[in-house]
């Protein structure tokens, strides 16, 4: 339901990512249908590919980390804005000094968004010209889920965020997952096999056979 947030439970290969990933355009149904219910109505989802999907305001966290871990800290928050800033470089480079600013209002939006998850001394960002890949596993799940902040997302899907991680990370995980709803308004549905995590965040929860 939109605003709430629903796990979806069940064993190991009952197809739980496999949907997630239907519901994302990385994989083709066999048959049926997936409705997106919008503000201004619904949109099918079949047969679209994944960037449209995405533009819809449907974010996705995978079940591995999925950062970039080859380009910095600040780099992995920047790419996922929702605006797209920079995909086309010519018209980039004939407004130069618009996009000095912008690119600042980004960076300042990029700091924002880790002081609010993070606290006001927050590794994140002080390691943000760091490679990513040089964060702890705890981190780089974390920052998966910040990144998420910049998409501006109505729905997200998350593929078991706790998974590997240790209580503390469980902790601020399920925190900014409340944040997200609480303040974002976003509708979140996640895939989980801590029971614990499920009966502590989840308003609904479905069950995959």
Known sequence: LSGRITALIGGNGAGKTT??????????ADSG?????????????????????????IGRMFQDNHIFSTMTVLENMLI???????EMPFISILKMKKNT?????????????FRELFGESNPF????????????FGQQRLLGLARLFMGEYD??????????VNPQTIK???????????????????????????LDVADFCSFMS
């Open 155 to 164: 729905l997200v899907l998350l593929d078991e965020p706790t998974a590997g």
């Open 80 to 86: 996922a804005d929702a605006n797209r800033f920079g």
């Open 101 to 113: 600013a912008k690119e600042a209002e980004r960076t300042e939006r990029v700091k924002t968004i």
């Open 19 to 28: 949907l997630f990933n239907i519901i994302s355009g990385l994989m083709k």
């Open 125 to 136: 960002w002080e390691k943000k010209d760091d490679l990513a890949g040089s964060l702890s």
């Open 172 to 198: 601020q995980t399920l925190d900014i997952i409340r944040k997200m709803v609480k303040e974002k308004g976003t509708t979140v549905f996640l895939i989980e096999h801590n029971m614990k995590v499920v």
């Open 33 to 57: 249908t997936i409705i997106y219910q919008k503000r201004k109505g619904t949109v099918p989802l079949l047969g679209l590919p994944p960037f449209k999907i995405t533009r819809l305001g």
